[in-house]
Nanobody, 124 residues
Framework: QVQLVESGGGLVQAGGSLRLSCTAP????????MGWFRQAPGKEREFVAA????????PYANSVKGRFTISRDNAKNTLYLQMNSLKPEDTAVYYC?????????????????WGQGTQVTVSS
């Protein structure tokens, strides 16, 4: 069992920034793509961003492109999501997930381990 732990969520005003982190145990962290998803109340979980094992392939959802940046530090077994110019519609629980392969994917079925989520609330 792989336990992913997110941190860094909170309450921020529109236009502000937050950085989420996700730590994963074990020496296999660097073998797999990682992703961030989010789920707002009453909505389905949706893709935000993903990153390949090497960090050189980073697809984003259109809604966050240019505002969010995904990155990883394989030496620290840590995944990041830098979120800038936050909007009220970014309010959601954010989840990190481990992919089933080394290349990034955008659907939930391509991820096998999930964190517990961290709440991000953006006030207008």
């Amino acid at each position: 069992q792989v336990q992913l732990v997110e941190s860094g969520g909170g309450l921020v005003q529109a236009g502000g920034s937050l950085r989420l982190s996700c730590t994963a145990p074990g020496r296999t962290f660097s073998w797999y793509a990682m992703g961030w998803f989010r789920q707002a109340p009453g909505k389905e979980r949706e893709f935000v961003a993903a990153i390949s094992w090497s960090g050189d392939n980073t697809p984003y959802a259109n809604s966050v492109k240019g505002r969010f940046t995904i990155s990883r530090d394989n030496a620290k077994n840590t995944l990041y999501l830098q979120m800038n110019s936050l909007k009220p519609e970014d309010t959601a629980v954010y989840y990190c997930a481990r992919g089933t392969a080394s290349y990034p994917a955008t659907t939930t079925t391509d991820y096998d381990y999930w964190g517990q989520g961290t709440q991000v609330t953006v006030s207008s």
